[in-house]
């Protein structure tokens, strides 16, 4: 409600201020869009961080250093920001997560905290990548942090969960705006700031399932942000274009040249969300066995990859990729 309640607010500064996001050939939308709506996301996510039960200092530092991913995100709306400081400001903060608490315990240290580091900043920048079309990472970003949240509470950490609840509540509360079409932007502000958070979050569950089922659990729980993220990265490789460099090359984008609704799109990528969210949640609660379920998935994730790649790839308005500006997004 919160999130719902602060958006125009933060519209009609960003309009007041020509904060706007503008067609461009690598873009999908056709008419100016404010940004900042991850400023009233980060608002209203901190404003109810408070009344989290069970307190702890580390949701604190957890927040801390989502703010300050944020802030480089806000920054990059702005006026872009080299890729490489946005990637040292990332793995900063998830330095100061890890030793919160939010790590992965497999191999010991340095292992641990070198490959906490790694998935936090992969992630948060897969969280990034996906919100590329109207309600795409609102809605998948709710949708992982219910599972996150019906994971976290099953087993008992009422913190963790309600955390994740908070984050899939902020993205309720943006979706309203962001629907298609959208009135306003996430922006990097937001997109950064919730990736961060469900990426920590996924690190701060603890299960009674083996390390390597749990490992196997937290990929399930993002799995569309890594997907989308894995097919974005091989796309540009074989096209010889480089990764920093936007395009109309993702997931959704593909969706809708295969003829599906905006609307439509959205629903699909939530659905896939919430299977893979789902497995992911059956994983960790031991209700299902890790072995079937990798052998099931893995190969249709391949699949479902060879299929995308071969849809042509162009922009909203049918010129080839090739063609795109050198832009950042």
Excluded at 37 to 50: E, N, S, T, Y
Excluded at 158 to 182: Q, S, T
Excluded at 274 to 284: D, K, N, P, T, W
Excluded at 292 to 306: E, F, K, M, N
Aim: hydrophobic letters at 60%; glycine letters at 10%.
């Amino acid at each position: 409600m919160l999130t719902a309640v602060l958006v125009p607010f933060v519209r009609q500064f960003a309009v007041a201020r020509g904060i706007t996001d503008h067609p461009k050939l690598d873009r999908w939308h056709r008419a100016p869009t404010p940004y900042l709506g991850g400023v009233a996301i980060a608002v209203a996510v901190a404003l109810c961080f408070g009344f989290a039960p069970a307190w702890k200092m580390r949701a604190a530092v957890l927040l801390v250093a989502a703010f300050c991913v944020g802030m480089i995100g806000l920054a990059d709306d702005l006026r872009p920001v080299r890729p490489v400081l946005r990637v040292i400001a990332e793995a900063l903060a998830a330095t100061a997560v890890f030793f919160a608490g939010a790590r992965t315990r497999v191999f010991g240290e340095p292992g641990d905290f070198i490959i906490t580091v790694g998935w936090i900043v992969v992630v948060t920048n897969s969280f990034n990548l996906l919100d590329n079309v109207d309600g795409a990472l609102s809605g998948v970003g709710a949708t992982i942090a219910v599972a996150l949240a019906f994971v976290a509470i099953l087993n008992g950490q009422m913190l963790v969960g309600a955390l994740a609840a908070i984050v899939a509540g902020a993205c309720l509360g943006f979706l309203v705006h962001n629907w298609h079409p959208a009135s306003i932007f996430m922006g990097d502000a937001g997109s950064l700031f919730v990736g961060f958070l469900l990426a920590a979050i996924g690190l701060m569950l603890r299960t009674t399932a083996a390390p390597v089922t749990s490992i196997l659990a937290v990929l399930l729980l993002v799995g569309p942000a890594l997907f989308d993220t894995a097919l974005v990265m091989i796309s540009r490789t074989f096209a010889r274009r480089p990764l920093s460099v936007g395009g109309t090359d993702h997931t959704s984008h593909r969706l809708l040249r295969l003829g599906l609704s905006h609307r439509s799109m959205t629903l699909v990528l939530v659905g896939f969300s919430a299977m893979s969210a789902g497995l992911g949640a059956a994983l960790a609660g031991r209700v299902l066995p890790a072995l079937p379920i990798a052998i099931g998935v893995a190969p249709l994730a391949v699949v479902a990859l060879a299929l995308l790649l071969a849809v042509p790839v162009y922009d909203r308005d049918g010129v080839s990729s090739e063609a795109f500006p050198a832009t950042t997004q």
